[in-house]
Structure formats: C-alpha cells, structure tokens
C-alpha cells in the first residue's frame, strides 16, 4: 500500500537550515499519522470500522479526502461542519468515520468486545534542531500521559512518529508503560508500524 503521502516537504526557516539535509524539513503531521494507525488496524485486526477525532489544525495541515481516496475510501456521508467530516467506504467493507471532536481519542476500533483507542502525534521526522527534537520527545510524553488520564477500557496505545530519538526514549518508556497497560507504536515514514512494546515491525 502506497503511503508516499504522509510526509509533507517544506523548507526550512533559516534558523534550522543546518539541521535537515538540502534544508529541506520531512513533516508527519498528526493527521497523517492517525490515518497510518487507522490503516494499520484494518489490515492487522478484525475491525472493519475506525472512528479517527482530529481538530480543527489536524484537518487544516493534513488532507483526509485526498489519502482516503487514494486509498480507496469514498465519501458517503457528512459528519458537522468540515469538508473532511463523514463516513468513508471503500470496496471491500472497511469503513472510516472522520469526527472532528476532542476527548474521544485521536484513533479509535472495536475489535470483538475490545476498543482499542490510540493517542497520536507528529513532528518533524529528519530534523536535528534541539528545539525540534525536544517537540517529538514531549509528544510522546504527551500522549502516554493522555491516556493515563483518559477513562477509556481496552487496549491504549500512544502513537508517535518514528525517529531515533523517539524510539530511544520509547523503549526506555516501556516498563513503566507497560504496568500502567499502555503501548506504545511508531509510524515511520513507509507507514510501517513499529510496535516498541512487542519489539516488532508489522508492515
């Protein structure tokens, strides 16, 4: 599955030119990385509906319509106000319901009896601005701390962009992580999901 479109290319301020190769900055937003999850759980479990809750930046810095359609996914109905929210279909039965909402996690399935919800966030994946890389650090921690406090049963999983840094601190992350019943994955720029708790890569 084609997943080229998740990273956005932009040049850099001046301030951070000497950080990324050609001065060019490789964006994984959270929207493309809640889409890479939400794709992840069709093709990996049995659920067959996604429920994916961006804000309003998510929609306005990701496009929602374009990946899904180049996925197969067609629009059949409208959710509020956004040109983004509805439910999409494709043909072989998957179905994603894109909500702009807060509160009811970035990613959410059933799968049988479970839910599994997913806190996500993204960054800048090639940089090595301190400032930059700080960003992705506390991303993670964000997450993780999101669904410490969230009340949701089931599976939690805090989704973040790959990056060495991030997969560092993810597996150091990971005892503690795993006492409280959170995972922890990582999307790389392939759209592979790199499992930290499993110690896995699941293409």
Not at 74 to 82: A, C, H, L, M
Not at 123 to 149: D, F, P
Not at 160 to 189: F, H, Q, W
């Amino acid at each position: 599955m084609d997943f080229n479109d998740l990273i956005e290319m932009v040049a850099a301020p001046q301030k951070r030119t000497s950080k990324v190769v050609d001065g060019i900055e490789h964006k994984m937003h959270e929207g493309a990385v809640m889409l890479a999850y939400a794709m992840h759980l069709l093709r990996t479990t049995s659920a067959t509906h996604i429920w994916i809750h961006p804000d309003g930046e998510h929609g306005k810095r990701f496009d929602f319509v374009g990946s899904l359609a180049r996925r197969g996914f067609k629009k059949s109905t409208s959710v509020g106000t956004t040109s983004y929210g509805g439910e999409y279909q494709n043909d072989n039965g998957w179905r994603i319901t894109i909500n702009p909402s807060s509160g009811k996690g970035d990613v959410v399935a059933r799968v049988g009896r479970h839910t599994i919800s997913a806190e996500c966030k993204g960054g800048i994946i090639n940089t090595r601005h301190s400032g930059q890389v700080s960003r992705l650090y506390k991303g993670l921690c964000e997450t993780v701390g999101l669904l410490m406090a969230s009340e949701n049963s089931g599976r939690q999983v805090a989704v973040v962009s790959y990056t060495d840094s991030t997969c560092r601190l993810a597996k150091r992350m990971v005892p503690r992580c795993n006492a409280a019943g959170i995972e922890i994955a990582l999307i790389n720029s392939l759209g592979e999901v790199i499992d930290i708790t499993r110690s896995a890569i699941i293409i």
